[in-house]
């Protein structure tokens, strides 16, 4: 605790709070009130930091327990980082470090006030990596220091947090931190709990690489890889996948086992051999300690291909055990992704998992569900039939089994499994026993640059300055909500009808994106089963292609308006190409004159687009650009009209700022 006050204060505190032992360091700005239970070395004792060392006498479980209390000038942090640097290479045991460190993490940890040093953030966190130390995270209010004002004077700041090394995390691993209120001070107290009962957790099968290099693995998928009765190839390979993996979670607890524990015991066994070895180094006994050092060796290399997978470093190939290092990774990982509360919609915080499960479920099966069912589809009137019948014949031809065997081996054998548990490796291995059963299910534009669109935007948008006869150029750039979630199968599926494809391959598109159940991992639990009834899957390859073939019916509609009379395009010189849109993936950028009948035509073609797609424009989002000196009349009237609100340049597009004018040095 920070205490400010005198150190003669601190024994008649002891006396009052009734524990036994209590402690100070050298500033007196850090005091700790310890139980009996506790025994207690004083490591290091520092004018910002003080370290004990604590033995249970009960559990007999001991770990490293270091409090801060940083200076708030960076210089003088220096001292405080240098300090955890070499305490790092000398701690052997769990490690705590929690205090007031007086530096945020990142600029979301800060609201209001000055803006953030970069290069106070960076000593802090190169330390906390170097130190190999795990934010633990937290439930409450993110911000745990308040600077007593309001209004434009109110600063909120992250400057207390507790972490700890990986031999902590294991040793509590049911460990919680809790912000409390700010009561009586301008920091908010952190309670630490290292006794939560956490549920068990049911784990998901998880296909391990090394499976395959047992003896016995080809015998066993081979035995298992059947079925009893006929059915689909889907069916099929779903009955033979399910069987097979509960055979190889048989082999992997008889042959294996747990290789944690089976390490533990095989190092207490070559201790004994050692030992006998020792006593009587006779040829007979040296054979018996090879005997069981190979095989600890072996499970050494086990438990590294365990963590190493676990913690997707393909980058690491030979030389020294990395396992410490590939299980800092998986707990950090975990840690990071760990979540603790929620908000809903109605602006609550709810931090319990059960409820957290049924917030999540609720909100992705509204996101993945039709409202309604789109009843116009006119603005699919303009889109042309563009597939003839040679290119259909070519669409649906079935892929021979080599093309889908280079498909297969194109999968990285040690990327994380999918919903089914088994990764690339898995197929790799086992291509000539499965090989045909993927090529039975198997019956079932060329990409332009990034690069092109920004530059094309850049050159139009030089041209902002200048004048149709209805008034003023304008843009408009559109943020779209949540696209390839939202779009209607029933509007795919007439778009592909309208451009030409057969109903062979629309009926097998429909499948593939109809037949989507999702779960929803939480804190490494799935909760639910739910089903989409709209939207294509992100990370499916044709996902995009269709995204973009739905969207051409906006591209269609909008390039219609280009045939009305009452069209006034956005003013460009005459040897201009004539564009007045342009699109990458859901990024759009409309350009346009500011008339009223003509902004009225594109928000009819946009509110078309979105009754049958099922997408929403983010208006709240999008923004409108005109020239710096556009009257404030005309301004108004395009916000009106378009519902999306003025702001300044440079525009923001696809990750690059565009300027209408050459950007001056500062």
């Known amino acids: 605790m920070e205490p400010k006050q005198q150190a003669k204060t601190l024994e008649r505190y002891r006396n009052k709070i009734g524990l036994a032992q209590a402690i100070s360091n050298v500033s007196n700005k850090i005091w700790a009130f310890i139980y009996e239970v506790f025994e207690v070395t004083v490591m290091y004792n520092m004018v910002q930091q003080l370290t004990l060392r604590l033995f249970h006498t009960e559990s007999h479980v001991e770990f490293v327990l270091t409090l801060i209390y940083a200076k708030c000038d960076a210089i003088e942090r220096i001292e405080i980082w240098d300090s955890l640097y070499a305490m790092a290479r000398d701690v052997d045991a769990p490690w705590l470090v929690g205090g007031d460190f007086n530096v945020i993490w990142h600029e979301e940890e800060k609201f209001g006030g000055l803006p953030v040093s970069l290069n106070e953030n960076d000593d802090f966190r190169h330390c906390v990596n170097t ?5 633990l995270g937290f439930k409450g209010s993110i911000f745990t220091w308040w600077n007593g004002r309001a209004e434009e004077d109110c600063i909120f700041k992250r400057l207390d947090r507790c972490l700890a090394n990986v031999e902590f995390q294991q040793t509590f691993p049911g460990i919680e931190v809790q912000h409390l209120s700010k009561t009586g001070s301008d920091h908010s107290p952190m309670y630490l709990k290292c006794d939560i009962e956490t549920p068990p957790i049911k784990k998901p099968f998880m296909f391990l690489n090394f499976w395959v290099e047992h003896a016995t693995f080809k015998n066993v998928v081979k035995e298992n890889w059947t079925a009893d009765f006929s059915a689909n190839p889907y069916i099929l390979f779903n009955h033979k996948l399910k069987k097979l993996k509960k055979a190889l979670s048989l082999l992997s607890k008889a042959t294996f086992g747990d290789i944690f524990q089976k390490i533990e015991s095989m190092e207490e066994v070559v201790l004994v051999h050692e030992a006998e070895f020792e006593a009587n180094p006779t040829g007979m006994n040296k054979e018996r300690l090879q005997k069981v050092q190979a095989e600890l060796i072996k499970c050494l290399a086990l438990e590294e291909k365990y963590w190493q997978q676990k913690a997707g470093m393909t980058w690491f190939k030979e030389g020294d055990r990395n396992t410490k290092f590939f299980h800092a990774q998986v707990r950090g990982r975990r840690k990071r992704l760990q979540l603790n509360r929620i908000q809903n919609s109605g602006g609550t915080w709810i931090e319990e998992e059960q409820e957290i499960a049924e917030e999540a479920i609720k909100f992705y099966d509204e996101q993945f569900t039709e409202a309604a ?3 116009s589809f006119d603005i699919i009137e303009r889109v042309p039939n563009k597939i003839n019948t040679e290119q259909n014949a070519e669409l649906i031809k079935q892929p021979t089994k080599e093309e889908v065997k280079v498909a297969v081996f194109g999968l990285n054998g040690d990327s994380a499994g999918g919903p089914d548990g088994m990764t690339g490796k898995f197929y790799h ?11 039975d299910m198997s019956g079932f534009v060329k990409g332009r640059n990034i690069v092109e669109n920004i530059l094309l935007t850049q050159e139009i948008v030089t041209d902002i300055r200048l004048r149709t006869k209805a008034g003023p150029n304008i843009i408009l750039k559109l943020d779209m909500t949540k696209a390839y979630d939202r779009l209607y199968w029933l509007f795919l599926t007439k778009v592909l009808r309208k451009m030409g494809f057969t109903e062979r391959l629309i009926g097998l598109v429909f499948g593939l994106v109809s037949n989507n159940w999702y779960s929803i991992l939480i804190n ?4 639910g089963f739910f089903k989409t009834s709209r939207g294509v899957k992100q990370g499916n390859p044709i ?3 269709l995204f973009i073939l739905a969207a051409e019916a906006l591209s269609r509609g909008l390039n219609a308006l280009h045939t009305n009379l009452y069209f006034y395009r956005f003013g460009m010189p005459k040897w201009s190409p004539k564009i007045n849109h342009l699109a990458y993936a859901d990024d759009m950028i409309i350009f346009s004159s500011s008339d009223e009948i003509y902004l009225m035509l594109i928000m009819q073609v946009l509110n078309a687009y979105e009754v049958a797609y099922g997408k929403l424009v983010n208006k709240t989002k999008s923004d409108v650009y005109l020239h710096y000196l556009t009257d404030m009349e005309v301004a108004s009237k395009v ?16 990750g690059c700022p565009i300027f209408y004018a050459r950007r001056k040095l500062e």
């Open 373 to 375: 069912t789109p009843s």
């Open 131 to 135: 130190c190999n130390l795990f934010d």
């Open 543 to 545: 996902s995009p292609t």
């Open 429 to 439: 291995s086992c291509w000539d026993i499965i090989g045909d059963d993927l090529y």
């Open 639 to 654: 916000e009106k009209i378009t519902g999306i609100h003025r702001n300044d340049f440079p525009i923001i597009y696809l």
């Open 524 to 527: 490494g639990q799935a909760h």
